[in-house]
């Protein structure tokens, strides 16, 4: 049974079979081509400075430190058998890289900034000793719940004569 009803909506999109016309091209932004304008600053900064990454994955990278086989990935790990016993199968295989600062590769394009320096005397510390020790059992300053200590399963009475409430 055909359908009264055409399910596509208007506009219609133009198709092979019922093409129209040429629509107009878009006018060029640039007025030089892209292999010539690449030559150009910023452009040809940005191509011929590589990063860590695109290093990487250049044919002629070679990593002498990369582990070759599963057998260097357990060796080259920081699991130690005698003083970490039973550890999860992920734990074991942990990299010097990973866990550690000081394992001698640079693996980000980022310089290291040193935090400065903790100087004690620069700073004023203030210490302030209460001069009457406050009995432990004391409730004053806490905050009234039906919950607290001093109630009697909700019953006792507030400092203001009222009754605790839920």
Known sequence: MPFERDPYPYPKYENDIN???????????YTRPTH???NDQPWNRLNDCA???SIRRSVMYYDEEAPKDSLDLHLKAMYDHHLEFLRKKNETLFQRETLTEDHGRILKNRVREAPPDFVLEKTQLREWINSQ???IHTIEGTIESHHNASTNRGYSRKHDGGFYSI
């Open 36 to 38: 010539l304008a690449q």
């Open 51 to 53: 990063t860590l990454a």
């Open 133 to 135: 020790k406050p009995s």
């Open 19 to 29: 093409f129209t016309g040429v629509k107009p091209r878009q006018s060029m932004r």
